[in-house]
């Protein structure tokens, strides 16, 4: 009769089965992770190929064109010159007594207004001589005219008809004129005198501003010896310098028309102030440099001495202003900022494809902050403003409002054939 086992007996047989499924089961495990190491490393990697993003067009600024009338902006620089000055000189002899009152550098005086006075004493006692001369010769005269009488009387009682020649020495006819020259002489020189004394008087010829006095009072002067320097304050002029090209938009001054109107200012004047003035000729000479024309403006009532140029700022000799010339506008003209233009007189439009297209212009002006375009452009075409590093006829480009309107990623239209 057979026992069953012990169960200590029966343990280790169950150990052994447990330890025997584990291994085949790790073994399992690492042959299938060998397979699919094998398997991925067999296999080449997969890369989903897409097409190449459409490059990205420059983007620029474009501006729509339309012809109207316009005109230059034409400004200069010029200096402040008298339009008359005079250096009023003594036209008698003596000694200088005195200036007028008001007559120092920088006053204005009035046409007609006494600026020194000459000792008179001697032009005095030369007029009372040449009013004594010429009595005189009245009084001669009026005696020969009595001889001459006589001799007509007794020529007339003789009865005899003489020769022209004789008769006109029996007459006496040379002697009365003799007679009458010598009053004409001596009423010439009492004029003289008289006019010698007022002059005594130095007056202004017109008004003006006392420049400098050139004598000191008490200085002994003779004829022709220069006393005061005296600037008409009526009218100033401005000599201003401009390209040459500026005069094809300047119309000077003439009998029948007013010349272009100009603004001037200077930094020296209050902020915002400013004075009119007109173009007035164009000089004949270049500048030294040779460049410019020399253009003279006229400017009335410089100092503001007029209630109508009340608070106005006023010139000054020797200033240095800023003109601002008023251009005669001209139709059909088309104006461009000056970064728009490029060199050899062409402009960049943009056309209905968005793509670059090299157009030549007729330039009528420019400057550095305008073009004035007469001829090359048409109405709403577009012109490009912005640079460009290397511009080729044909390149897409874009626009802000292009590039708002066309879906992102989106390529530019093909050009056409």
Known sequence: ????????????????????????????????????????MSQPPRVERRPAPAPVPPLVEAISVMPRAAAPALHGFGRVVAERESRLASRVAGRLEAFAPGVVPGRV?????????LDDADLGLALR?????????????????GEQQRARAEYQSFGRELPAERRALVLREPQLRSAQADVERARAARDRARLDLARATLTAPWAGMVQARLLGEGSEVGSGTELLHLVDVSRFWVQASLPGEALAWLVPASEEASGSAVTLTSRGWPAGSERKGELLSVLPALEENGLQVQLLVAVEDPLAL??????????RLGDVVRLEFQAGEREDLIALPAAAL??????????????LRRRPVSVLHRDDHQVLVAEGLETGERVITSPLGQPREGMALRTAASSAERPAGAAPAEPRP
């Open 1 to 40: 009769m057979n026992r069953p086992p012990h169960p200590s007996q029966a343990r280790p047989h169950r150990q052994r089965g447990r330890f025997g499924l584990g291994a085949l089961v790790a073994l399992l495990v690492l042959a299938g992770g060998l397979a699919m190491a094998w398997w991925l």
């Open 306 to 315: 007029a209630e109508a140029q009340r608070g106005a700022p006023a010139l």
């Open 342 to 355: 490029r060199p050899g007189d062409e402009v960049w439009v943009l056309d209905e494809e968005e793509r």
């Open 129 to 145: 001589e040449a009013e004594a001369a010429l009595a005189q010769a009245e009084a001669a005269l009026a005696m020969e005219q």
């Open 109 to 117: 005086v009035e046409a007609g207004a006494p600026l020194a006075h």
